[in-house]
Structures are given as C-alpha cells and as structure tokens.
C-alpha cells in the first residue's frame, strides 16, 4: 500500500526582492514535479502539487454552468492560478499580483501545511486567524462535530 504524503506544519520564510520563496525542504519532492500556485480562501494563497490540482480542476470542471456562483467560484480559482517550479534553491516565484491578493507584500511569508496543499499567508492576516481558532477550542470542537469529526 503506497503512503499519502500529506502536508502539513507550520513555517515562516523570507520573501525575497524578486518576490520569491522558499518551499520547507520536506515538501520539494512532493512539489518537484510540478505545482499551482493559486488565491484561495481566506485570502491566502494555496500551493497545490499537480496532481491535487488537477483533480480540484476536475471538480471544479463538473460544477454546472448555469449555477452563477459555480461559475464565480471557477473563475476566481483559475484566473488567479500560475503553474509554477521550484527552482533550485527550492523557492518559488510568487507573481505581483498574486501576492497583492494575499496582501504578501515583503518580508516573511507563513507556509502553513493543510494536507493536500501548502498555504501562504501574510504573517498580519495569518496570526489573528490562529489566534481566532486557538482561542475557542469549544466552538472549534461543536463546528468538528457538525462536520462529523
């Protein structure tokens, strides 16, 4: 039996003046062969492997055309998506515009792992979120039981 990589912990890097950053070195092979950096939720941004990708595109692809909010959210996720590599320090290239979305501006970056895809933050947009589930463990759990976790 072939054993998921999954994604997850949490780092924080340096955004260089190219507007590049470093993916953990425990990730670069799950992302070596190829990946999509896109806006996601929550204004960050999602650094999908390509096989996670594709198969979110798939989803997406069989959302019905005639659902305005289908087509809303298909068009937010693909327009704003870039395949891109690593290069070969590990870093990839987070374009201007991508970056202005995940108000990333320079500095440090937050690579947070959400087991199918890495996301990056803004360390302002990243901490009071954390802080927010952090400190209401009660609502955290009541919303894991909905979920039926």
Same mark, same amino acid.
Do not use: K
């Given at each position: ?23 953990? %070195? ?8 190829? %990946? ?9 941004? &999602?650094? @999908? ?26 068009? @937010?996720?693909?327009? &704003?998506?870039? !395949? ?15 970056? !202005?979305?995940?108000?990333?501006? !320079? &500095? ?30 009660? !609502? ?10």
């Amino acid at each position: 039996m072939e054993r998921t990589s999954f994604l997850t912990g949490e780092f924080r890097h340096a955004l260089d003046d190219r507007g590049r950053v470093a993916v953990p %070195a425990r990730f670069r092979v799950r992302l070596g062969q190829g %990946a999509t950096l896109a806006r996601w939720l929550d204004r960050c941004l &999602g650094l @999908f492997p390509q096989d996670e990708w594709e198969e979110l595109a798939g989803r997406l692809r069989a959302l019905p055309l005639t659902n305005p909010r289908a087509r809303e959210f298909a068009r @937010f996720m693909s327009s &704003g998506a870039v !395949e891109v590599e690593l290069d070969r320090q590990g870093r990839v290239l987070v374009p201007s515009y991508l970056r !202005e979305y995940a108000g990333i501006t !320079e &500095g440090e970056v937050v690579v947070v792992g959400a087991l199918n895809r890495l996301e990056l933050w803004a360390p302002s947009a990243w901490q009071p979120y954390r802080t927010r589930i952090e400190d209401a463990p009660e !609502e955290l759990a009541a919303h894991l039981a909905e979920l039926g976790i």
